[in-house]
């Protein structure tokens, strides 16, 4: 069992969901292997796939610049559960030998990833679906930070929803910060999810400007895509330098032997 809790929400504690959680710890299974992010350890793990629990460890008692574990529990918390994001029970933090460890609590969705299912880019029906559901996220002011093909699942309903919000940002208001973040938001979930296709793209924007409450300044929007698709053209550039040098060097290899 975890000892030495020193923080924690009181609300948190008090949560009977998150106590019968914890007496259950053994019983965590692992979904992925673990990362390191910033100095911070991460790991995922989901209890009798109904509940999922994010571990973050890392030294000190000082967390990254951006706590990834707030950021998720006060977006997921603003949602709700709206739109079939997963409902979240909250954070404890302990520290114990010079390391402070947290567990973030929330709901698992039943369901595949598009990542899971093989898939690499949208399906062209999908795309009005992922840019309403973004401009319906957008209109809460969360922005996700993080929209791509493993992180949309498809619901035992038929319906995509986003899982993951570790990247999320909440903004208060519609203000400059808000619509240049939501624009870059938009842009790389093109990017991940249509591919450089830009029919399939086109579609996904379509679909979230006509959703979207707060249209962001024409301009604002065209610079951010400008400098998406700059951004886009430079990877696809190294990508094919890459290959070249690839071939260049099994060129190279072949006529040693």
């Not at 706590?67 to 409902?87: F, K, M, V, Y």
């Not at 924007?205 to 006509?210: F, I, N, V």
Request: aromatic share 8%.
């Amino acid at each position: 069992m975890i000892k030495n809790k020193t923080m924690a929400t009181k609300d948190t504690l008090l949560n009977p969901t998150v106590l019968d959680i914890l007496s259950k710890e053994s019983s965590w299974t692992p979904l992925a292997d673990s990362i390191t992010r910033k100095g911070c350890h991460c790991q995922n793990f989901h209890l009798d796939h109904k509940f999922i629990i994010k571990l973050f460890r890392f030294s000190g008692d000082k967390p990254p610049a951006d706590p990834w574990w707030d950021q998720e529990h006060q977006a997921l918390h603003l949602l709700n559960g709206e739109l079939g994001s997963p409902i979240t029970h909250g954070y404890i933090e302990f520290k114990s030998d010079g390391f402070t460890t947290i567990y973030l609590f929330k709901e698992m969705v039943s369901g595949n990833t598009l990542g899971e299912l093989g898939q690499v880019i949208l399906k062209k029906e999908q795309c009005a679906e992922v840019g309403e559901f973004l401009a319906d996220i957008h209109n809460r002011k969360v922005v996700t930070g993080d929209c791509h093909l493993s992180n949309l699942l498809i619901r035992n309903n038929n319906k995509l929803c986003f899982i993951d919000f570790g990247n999320a940002r909440i903004y208060p208001r519609a203000s400059f910060a808000y619509g240049l973040i939501a624009s870059r938001d938009l842009q790389k979930a093109k990017y991940k999810c249509a591919n450089l296709d830009s029919a399939l793209s086109q579609l996904i924007e379509d679909a979230y400007l006509s959703k979207l409450n707060h249209k962001p300044p024409a301009i604002l929007h065209l610079i951010v895509r400008g400098l998406a698709i700059l951004h886009q053209k430079i990877r696809l550039y190294r990508g094919k330098e890459r290959i070249k040098s690839l071939e260049e060097l099994e060129a190279r290899k072949e006529k040693l032997k």
